[in-house]
């Protein structure tokens, strides 16, 4: 049996749904920004469709 790796961008929004449930500033756009530039500095590299992606999950998790 092989051991799957999770891929980075799966792990960085399995932490960001952590965060955004904890947050205290949870349905503002201060949240929303705050994953944002997590995301944007965990991959710089990220394709404009990557990036498109993955702000409109953010944004659903941070409730904006």
């Known amino acids: 049996m092989s ?9 960085f929004m399995r932490d ?3 965060i ?6 949870h349905g503002t756009h201060s949240l929303y920004e705050r994953l944002k530039g ?6 710089p ?6 990036y498109e992606w993955a702000m409109q999950r953010l944004a659903r998790m941070a409730g904006v």
Do not use: I
Not at 45 to 50: H, I, K, L, Q, R
């Open 38 to 43: 997590m995301f944007v500095a965990s991959f």
């Open 20 to 25: 955004a449930f904890v947050a205290a500033d």
């Open 3 to 11: 051991a799957q790796l999770e891929h980075p961008v799966d792990a």
């Open 16 to 18: 960001a749904r952590t």
């Open 45 to 50: 590299d990220a394709s404009s469709s990557e």
